[in-house]
């Protein structure tokens, strides 16, 4: 969703282009309550550099009630960090803030404003509004957690988590892949854990330092494998890193070859419903399913590795749309999951998990 809007300005300003993401924002449910994950690029095609001072919200029902008011300022509130500015013909990628709302709150839509001061000397503030309305997610998918025994979901994709904050407005992104939408908003790094919480043993120097470096991976549902991969070398802990110079090298003749190598080895399947499973950085080797393949949920496919982009051995896992660059990433609940809490264990019900937490697959 892209809204040009005419900034508010004393002297008149040309319009500034806001791109909303995802195009269709989601209501993700979480223990919190619900949660939004909306990014906003701003481009500023004017003379005078703009910083952002300020986001406000007004939250309105589906009758039209204003039930919230919400403001956020840079460099006060923590989730608007201060100092984001656009210089002139340039983008700027906003995260937008207030992302969890009590369940008795209906979000019917939201009312943005961004708040922006042109360096120009005397420019008045320029006020930005972008309407936003969600909708709820509902799954087509059962899933079961693609990983055994006790696991330790180590980031998953909440406000301050890497996966949520993938700038699209980098280079690397927008001028050399053609990324138009966050390909892992929603994604899930799991490892596997001891009852102590330990990932690795021996300071986790080696990848078979690590408790779940060839551990099985799963097939969370069933469907047919769209694509798999089995050849690329797991990284060598503190020797080997990940290859963005042969990105780049592929990115100029294939954009969308070069952003799976991010994946590493990888298995893609589909739920026959237009949502697909992916489950990325695989042992090489391990792979024991090939394009065509059907799947049942719970069937052994791989082994956990290190492979792609990844700093250690755990299973990267998202749910999406599909595999173009303008595939968008979907949230995932699992089913018969419990969260450990020190000694208690405890439903985790169907909503989305949370860096840090220790979940399992009840028996």
Known sequence: MTILVAAATARGAAAQTVTVNPKQPLIERTRAGQSLSIDFIVEN??????????????????????????????????????????????????????????????????????????????AA????????????????????????????????????????????????????????????????????????????VNEGKHNENWLGFGAPILAPAAGIVKESRNDIDDHVIGVTSFDIAGVLELA??????????????????????GELSVLAHLKKGSVTVRSGDSVRAGQHIAGMGNSGDSDFPHLHYQL?????LDSESLPSYFDKLILHRGEASLPNGDVALDSGDFVQTSR
Do not use: M, W
């Open 45 to 122: 095609p004017g003379p005078a550099g703009l910083e952002l001072l300020e986001v406000r919200l007004q939250v309105f029902d589906r009758r039209g009630h204003l039930v919230v008011r919400k403001q956020a300022q840079a460099g006060i509130d923590a989730e608007l960090p201060g100092g984001q500015t656009i210089a002139p013909n340039s983008k700027l990628l906003v995260l937008a803030p207030f992302n969890v709302f009590d369940t008795s709150i209906e979000l019917g839509k939201l009312a943005y404003e961004l708040v922006f001061q042109a360096d120009d000397q005397g």
């Open 252 to 273: 100029a003749t294939d954009p969308l070859a070069a952003l799976k190598l991010f994946l590493g080895n990888y298995v893609v399947i589909d739920h026959g419903n």
């Open 320 to 324: 999406t749309t599909g595999l173009a």
């Open 125 to 200: 503030r320029r006020v930005i509004p972008v309407d936003v309305v969600p909708r709820a997610f509902q799954p087509r998918t059962s899933l079961v957690l693609p990983v055994s025994g006790r696991v330790l979901v180590d980031e998953a994709h909440d406000f301050y988590a890497h996966h949520r904050r993938e700038d699209l407005t980098s280079p690397v992104f927008a001028d050399i892949l053609h990324v138009t939408v966050n390909p892992v908003r929603y994604a899930y790094d799991l490892c596997v854990s001891d009852a102590r919480g330990r990932v690795f």
